[in-house]
T-cell receptor, first 111, second 115 residues
């Protein structure tokens, strides 16, 4: 089955800096890669996703890149703000199947 | 986005009792729903795939006789934790998609505490 590795497990940045979180996946048949933000005690919230037919996607300060050959994808957050502090999860799936999550990255943005 | 609800949001029970958690898709029909469990400071671990009108598919290591899943309608899946023990205390979250190619949306989760 699918296995998703995520790094780093914790990331501390200064406000205004960029943050990068990286994930690798094992199943070459996976074709959907979302990123979720989860605040303590709450449900995961989708922040951006990418499909295997696209190499990069951007939404304001957030971008995701995908390298299918290497089977890895990354989340980039620019101009970080204190409210970006949360746990971020990457995930992978094939169409219609469950999401398999990475172990998460705790991002701390200090002002 | 699509709305997924869960009930109850929080439950405390005694060891040995059973607890039922409901997951509903409020504005769409979901033939498939997914149940996850999340222990403190850990990731979401897939427990099972709930299929409307048929048996659930359980992940390796998840006891199907302990975690009973029923998906009786296109908008409702239930997870029953039978004979709950303190080690079952966790955050249980369900999820569903509108279409197989659409993003996954999550319910608000149920915090289960077994005393």
């Amino acid at each position: 089955g699918e296995n998703v590795e995520q790094h780093p497990s914790t990331l501390s940045v200064q406000e205004g800096d960029s943050a990068v979180i990286k994930c690798t996946y094992s199943d070459s048949a996976s074709n959907y890669f979302p990123w979720y933000k989860q605040e303590l005690g709450k449900r995961p919230q989708l922040i951006i996703d990418i499909r295997s037919n696209v190499g990069e996607k951007k939404d304001q300060r957030i971008a995701v890149t995908l390298n299918k050959t290497a089977k890895h994808f990354s989340l980039h957050i620019t101009e970080t703000q204190p409210e970006d502090s949360a746990v971020y999860f990457c995930a992978a799936s094939k169409a219609g199947t469950a999401l398999i999550f990475g172990k998460g990255t705790t991002l701390s943005v200090s002002s | 986005g699509a709305v997924v609800s869960q009930h109850p949001s929080r439950v405390i029970c005694k060891s040995g009792t059973s607890v039922k958690i409901e997951c509903r898709s409020l504005d769409f029909q979901a033939t498939t729903m997914f149940w996850y469990r999340q222990f403190p400071k850990q990731s979401l671990m897939l427990m099972a795939t709930s299929n409307e009108g048929s048996k659930a598919t359980y992940e390796q290591g998840v006891e199907k006789d302990k975690f009973l899943i029923n998906h009786a309608s296109l908008t409702l899946s239930t997870l029953t934790v039978t004979s709950a023990h303190p080690e079952d205390s966790s955050f249980y979250i369900c999820s569903a998609r509108v279409e197989t190619t659409e993003p996954m949306f999550f319910g608000p989760g149920t915090r289960l505490t077994v005393l």
